[in-house]
């Protein structure tokens, strides 16, 4: 059983083709290492996944069965969460709103129905007690460091037990010791069974933690294999075009 | 677990003053109150009961569509239609009334009226995509242009069988205090509500602040944004309706001019024009020193020709206000 499958997935915009006929699977507890240079669809791919557009063509399963979002809701409903490249994140909101953005948890008075506050602040505070973050749930996003920033994007995954999380280029804006938390996140992410799509950059993050690892290139996947059988020298042919497929 | 939650409280508590004395808000209240006081004592005429009563109303009107204003400002964007639609759904009131229709029916008719022009500004921003500054400035000119079609252009002072009614509901008071003060309270305390317990709320100042994050998350944004200028455009028309009753006769210049009033409101009550804050008391207080300084202009025998003057100089240095103040954070 496959957790994700995409097969032969394709997106257009307009005369843009961002994606050709990618196919890819991801099995539980696995993390996927997807790589490519900038322009080459990776972000394309996510928000596929994540519903936030379909694709022209092609089809999505989880676990073995066709699925079809309308929207990104639609896809948390089937365990898919996402953090996104620049952590899409309302400065304004307080950490835990951010967390439960979308997904208020609600109490009614009577026929009323109000935000359960206290609720949120303390789910969202067992959360980065989870992640061993020092985040405060009634801070202020827009007072925050990018660590902080980090493991409130990551919690508001982690709110409804997911079977796949998505980041893309979780590691980008953030210091060396943040790279490791982040990496130690996703290590713990996958002991808990849950599988991971990390998209990035950097060579030996990806190669820290991916158990496969996957290449696109021009919208077209070039590689999909065990990263214990490829080489971060490969990997960099690959992306550039250098080894034309692997 | 309690250490984290002591460390809350304690921060909590430790700021309480620091925060409410670094609220624009409480600043603006100051400033209001000050002037205030300075016009009792330098003019005789100030806190007469008269004089009073119409600042309290004129405070009124602006404060209502303030809260709409703010609704809007803190999604991020910005209805220039707010003085047409207030002349639109006058008109629509007092047409039907002259016509004999009851009160009644005129009112929720004449909302219905402003309710459509900001459903058109809602979809043409949401779903077409365009800019609020250009669909509003678009239906600032077509809806006082409808309301003159309406009207045939002419002035409407008898509202049929129901006059009278009209007249009390706009211009009436009870135990003292003008009506339109009871809506500006009663919309107040509820937008208030609204915006701090309800996921409309949340959402709202969510797309204000990161629009890209609001889609990503699943918040339907283009609904909300329909809804919101929605919202605007309901408090414009209710507005347009006491104004009616208060008046005693409907010109199609009503309402103009009044949507830089009510964005200085706005915005003097610390609605961020880029997003993301907002509330409903700091409209109320906004809206609040605008017309007690808009008052004393008139009072302290200044020409009434400098008080786009002030309100322009208003909007400049509460944006510049909100400039610094994020600049330093
Ligand atoms: N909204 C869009 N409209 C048009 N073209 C887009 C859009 N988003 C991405 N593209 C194009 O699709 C291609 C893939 O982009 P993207 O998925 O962002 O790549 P990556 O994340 O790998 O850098 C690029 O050529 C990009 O210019
Ligand atoms: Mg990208």
């Known amino acids: ?246 | 677990m309690t250490t984290l939650d002591d460390v809350i409280a304690r921060s909590e508590h430790r700021s309480w003053i620091s925060r409410v004395s670094s609220r624009q808000l409480f600043w603006v209240f100051i400033a209001a109150v000050l002037a205030c006081l300075a016009l009792s004592i330098l003019t005789d005429s100030f806190a007469t009961e008269r004089n009073l009563f119409n600042v309290a109303r004129n405070f009124a009107f602006v404060g209502i569509i303030a809260i709409g204003m703010t609704t809007v400002i803190a999604s991020g964007g910005i209805d220039l239609s707010v003085g047409s639609t207030v002349v639109l759904s006058a008109m629509v009131i007092s047409v039907t009334m002259e016509g004999g229709m009851p009160f009644l029916l005129a009112f929720p008719l004449a909302l219905l009226a402003a309710l459509l022009v900001g459903v058109l500004n809602g979809v043409l921003v949401a779903y077409a995509g365009m800019p609020p500054f250009v669909v509003t400035l678009g239906t600032l000119s077509a809806a006082r242009s409808l309301a003159m079609v309406l009207s045939d252009n002419k002035m409407i002072w008898n509202f049929g069988p129901d006059h009278d009614l009209l007249i009390w509901v706009g211009g009436g008071s009870t135990l003292g205090i003008p009506h339109p003060l009871y809506v500006l309270a009663a919309l107040a305390l509820v937008m208030s509500l609204v915006f701090r317990w309800t996921r409309w709320g949340q959402h709202l100042l969510a797309i204000g602040s990161n629009e890209n994050a609001a889609i990503l998350t699943g918040i339907p944004v283009r609904r909300m944004k329909v809804s919101i200028y929605g919202v605007s455009a309901l408090t414009a028309g209710l507005a347009g309706v006491l104004m009616a009753g208060w008046l005693g006769s409907v010109t199609t210049n009503l309402g103009q001019g009044m949507e830089l009033t009510v964005i200085a409101a706005a915005v003097i009550g610390g609605a961020n024009l880029a997003g993301g804050e907002g509330s409903a008391l700091g409209a109320v207080v906004g809206a609040l020193l605008i017309e007690v300084i808009r008052n004393s202009l008139i009072l302290l025998g200044i020409s009434t020709f400098w008080q786009g003057m002030f309100i322009g100089t208003f909007i400049v240095v509460a944006v510049a206000f909100d400039r610094v103040r994020h600049f330093r954070s």
């Not at chain 1, 973050?133 to 902080?148: A, H, N």
Request: hydrophobic residues 40%; charged residues 25%.
């Open chain 1, 1 to 246: 059983m496959s957790r994700l499958s995409l097969h032969s997935i394709s997106k257009s915009y307009g005369a843009i083709h961002a994606l050709s006929h990618v196919s890819v699977t991801v099995e539980p507890g696995e993390v996927l290492g997807l790589m490519g240079d900038n322009g080459a669809g990776k972000t394309t791919l996510v928000k596929i996944i994540a519903g936030n557009f379909p694709p022209s063509t092609g089809e999505i399963r989880v676990d073995d069965q066709p699925v079809t979002f309308h929207n990104p809701r639609d896809a948390q409903r089937h365990g898919i969460e996402v953090v996104y490249q620049d952590l899409a994140l309302c400065d304004n909101l307080s950490a835990a709103s951010n967390v439960f953005l979308g997904r208020e948890t609600m109490r009614s008075l009577g026929p009323l129905r109000y935000i359960d506050y206290a609720k949120m602040n303390r789910v969202a505070a067992e959360l980065f007690r989870q992640l061993k973050s020092e985040t405060r749930p009634r801070d202020l996003v827009r007072r925050m460091s990018g660590g902080q920033r980090q493991a409130v994007a990551i919690a508001r995954t982690l709110l409804s037990e997911p079977k796949i999380v998505i980041m893309d280029e979780p590691t980008a804006a953030i210091s060396v010791r943040q790279v490791a938390e982040v990496l130690d996140v996703i290590r713990r992410l996958r002991d808990h069974g849950i599988s991971v799509i990390l998209i990035s950059h950097r060579m030996p993050d990806v190669f820290g933690v991916s158990d496969k690892i996957a290449v696109l290139r021009r919208g077209e996947l070039v590689a999909s294999k065990r990263a214990d059988q490829s080489s971060p020298e490969e990997v960099t042919g690959l992306i550039t075009g250098a080894i034309e497929a692997a």
